[in-house]
Every structure is written in structure tokens, then in C-alpha cells.
């Protein structure tokens, strides 16, 4: 991270901790309606130009090891199969033969040296290419070379591998922004995989997605947990274009240390809010992942259905710490903080249902959830039903830095 960066980061947390009103120019946030949480119109829009067009988090490259490794993914509805070429590249195709669309691959994950078809037999090599047609004289003019498997955009930072369905989307890191320069001295390259577990909750993605967006709440859902070593009034959040976010949170006592990982090694060259203080960044749309010099977890946020969601916890460690005695101590606190979470959220759904109640109402506290709503509606454009359009009035609170 930029020195300037971080520094904004700290001097961040010292005005929140220090100020005793909101800021004069921050405006009030205009009511987000309850109908983007549950009318099905809505809901539509969001799967066809969010889910099908944004960098997606799929996999680590540890998880395909080895020439020929292979995992299906289905997060957006979509069969994909993920695998490892020859030439070492990860890519991703739809898992689809070109000639009537069987499947390529049955199993979530295995070892290939290629793609065959067990309909007709048509056969592709592990870049896609279409390599044989059984019976190809009856298949005139039919041009091998056009007719290979459909690729998806895969590419990574680092080690972690993302998708996205939309071939006119940028770049990943053009699109993931400053993002890149806050975790250059990660190592992200020697981060390792050590696991991940899912966890289904019953309710609309968002409603579980905002509580992981501020801090508002720490007082009353971990008052055990979270809040008796993170001050949240000190909370300071920037928000980036692209729905982008962070939250830079100080801890109550400089001193402080988690006791799940005392002791485990850390990144050298990690920048010191990492090692001090708690940062947590939302990669739009559904990564939310608080770094920490000692590892990484992602929190991924999947939606299943209307009232249906998945969250998933990938976790990340230096390497040659990925075998390190103190992990599954660390990641069942983490889970038992998880489940503070989400405790309420089957309840939330049935409340943003009832007809009793019309939408959120936000605070300053509470901006990055407004962030990621305007840039839903940015996305859509104007398919967005009038009824259930926000305003745009955070322009101003939009970093570039």
C-alpha cells in the first residue's frame, strides 16, 4: 500500500473516533425500497446485469494443481468447468459441447488430459480447442477451428482466480482499482488455500451482504466477540468507483492482538494497519474480505434464490503456514462470529415481506450499503423500474486514491 494510503487510512479512524456529529456536506440518504429485496422485476435485472457481468471470485490456483485439474462452478446459474492447460494457464469454458450442448464434465472436480463428449464424441483439448468429430463426412464444411469451446474471461491477482461472463467487461485489475496497490505487499503470490466451508441462510442475498457493509451493528449482535476489541465508532469507510469500498476499523487497545493467532507467522512485508487494526474491503459485488498479516479470509455472498442465499468462507496463509496448529482455532471463532451474523437474517426476510415495512433507512455509518446500491442501479441503467430507482447523491464521496 501507498504510504499516503495508509496514512489516510489511520487519520481516517482518528476524525471518527474524534468527531460528535456527521460531516456538513454528507447528505441524507434517501430511503433504499424494500422492493429491491423482493420484487421479482427487480430481481430479474439484478441476475441478468450483475451476477452475469461482474468479476466473480471462482477459485485459488492451488485448488487445480496440476495439469489437467478441473472444477465445475455454477455461482451465476451458468455449468462452467475451470481447469489448468499444459501451457500452465487457467481457463474457464461453458460446459457445453458445440455441437448440441452436453455436458464436457460431470463431476464437480477431477483430473483430465481433455474434453470428450460422451454424446456424439466430439473432443477438445484442455485450451478448447475442438481436436476430433466422430464421423466428420457427414458435417460438410464444418471448420474445426470455429467451432471450439466457449471461453469466459479468467484472470487473477495473484493467486486468487476470477470469472466474468461479460466479454466486453475491463480488465480485472483495471476494474478492481486502487485495490491492487492496498495489497501489493500482501505477497498475494505465496498466499496459500487452506479451506472453505458454506453455510445456506435463509434470505435474500443482500440482507446478509449489508451486515457485512459497516459496523453499526457490533454493539448489539457481538458484544462478546467483535465489539470488546474493535472501537466501531471509529469506523472510517472510503468509497471506490465500480461499487468498490473499504472500512478501516481501530482496535480499542493499540496492544491488541487476536489470541486465535498469536504466534502464527505473518507476512513480513505487510503494511502495519494490516498487522494493528482491522480492514475490510468489498470487492464488488459479494467479496467482503478483512486482511490481516497473518491471513485471508473471503467471505463470498451467493444468491440461491429470492429468499435463499449461500455464504461461503475461503481461507488463505502465508506460505508454509498453511499447516500451522493454530488454524482450526482460528477459523471456528471466525465461524462463531458468522453465526452472530447471521442469526437474525431468516428473520429480516420475513419482515421485508410482510407489507409492514418500506425500505431501509440509512445512516452515515452505513454509506457503503447506499455505495453498493448505486452502482446496481449504474449497472442495470434504465431498465430500473421508477418506483425502485435510488438517487444519486454520494458522487462526491467517491474516491479515486
Not at 466457449?150 to 461472463?165: A, K, Q, T, Y
Request: hydrophobic share 40%; net charge negative; charged share 25%.
Amino acid at each position: 500500500m501507498l504510504a499516503a494510503a495508509e496514512q489516510a487510512l489511520f487519520a481516517g479512524m482518528r476524525r471518527e473516533q474524534e468527531r460528535d456529529t456527521t460531516p456538513q456536506d454528507f447528505p441524507a440518504l434517501p430511503v433504499i425500497p424494500v422492493g429491491r429485496y423482493t420484487d421479482p422485476r427487480f430481481l430479474e435485472l439484478e441476475e441478468r446485469y450483475l451476477w452475469k457481468r461482474s468479476w466473480l471470485y471462482a477459485l485459488h490456483s492451488d485448488e487445480l494443481p496440476r495439469v489437467g485439474s478441473f472444477r465445475l462452478w455454477r455461482k451465476t446459474g451458468s455449468p462452467i468447468v475451470i481447469v489448468r492447460g499444459k501451457d500452465d494457464r487457467i481457463r474457464a469454458f461453458y460446459n457445453a459441447c458445440r455441437h448440441r450442448g452436453a455436458p464436457l464434465v460431470e463431476a464437480d472436480q477431477g483430473q483430465t488430459q481433455g474434453f470428450f463428449c460422451r454424446y456424439h464424441g466430439w473432443s477438445y483439448d484442455l485450451a478448447g480447442r475442438l481436436l476430433a468429430v466422430r464421423e466428420k463426412r457427414d458435417f460438410p464444411g464444418l471448420d474445426l477451428a470455429c467451432r471450439g469451446l466457449l471461453e469466459i474471461r479468467c484472470e487473477r491477482l495473484g493467486n486468487w482466480v476470477f470469472i466474468n461472463e461479460d466479454r466486453d467487461a475491463p480488465p480485472l485489475l483495471e476494474h478492481l482499482g486502487v485495490i491492487p496497490q492496498h495489497l501489493a505487499n500482501m505477497q498475494l503470490e505465496r498466499m496459500r488455500f487452506i479451506g472453505a466451508k458454506s453455510f445456506d441462510i435463509a434470505c435474500n442475498v443482500k440482507v446478509l451482504l449489508d451486515a457485512f457493509l459497516e459496523t453499526y451493528h457490533l454493539k448489539s449482535i457481538h458484544p462478546q466477540t467483535v465489539d470488546r476489541f474493535l472501537d466501531s465508532r471509529g469506523t472510517y469507510s472510503v468509497l471506490w468507483p465500480n461499487g468498490h469500498s473499504v472500512m478501516a476499523t481501530p482496535h480499542r487497545r493499540p496492544d491488541w492482538k487476536d489470541p486465535g493467532a498469536v504466534g502464527m507467522p505473518e507476512v513480513a512485508s505487510a503494511d502495519s494497519i494490516f498487522v494493528h487494526q482491522n480492514v475490510s474491503y468489498n470487492v464488488y459485488p459479494n467479496l467482503v474480505t478483512p486482511i490481516s498479516s497473518t491471513g485471508i479470509p473471503f467471505c463470498l455472498f451467493w444468491p440461491k434464490s429470492a429468499r435463499q442465499m449461500t455464504v461461503e468462507v475461503h481461507w488463505f496463509a502465508p506460505e508454509g503456514a498453511q499447516d500451522h496448529e493454530l488454524w482450526p482455532t482460528r477459523m471456528a471463532n471466525f465461524e462463531r462470529i458468522l453465526e452472530e451474523d447471521t442469526q437474525f437474517a431468516p428473520h429480516i426476510q420475513e419482515s421485508v415481506e410482510c407489507g409492514g415495512f418500506d425500505g431501509m433507512c440509512l445512516s452515515y455509518q452505513e454509506r457503503r450499503i447506499y455505495h453498493w446500491h448505486e452502482e446496481l442501479d449504474r449497472r442495470i441503467g434504465a431498465a430500473v423500474p421508477s418506483e425502485l430507482r435510488i438517487p444519486r447523491v454520494l458522487d462526491a464521496w467517491v474516491s479515486r486514491d
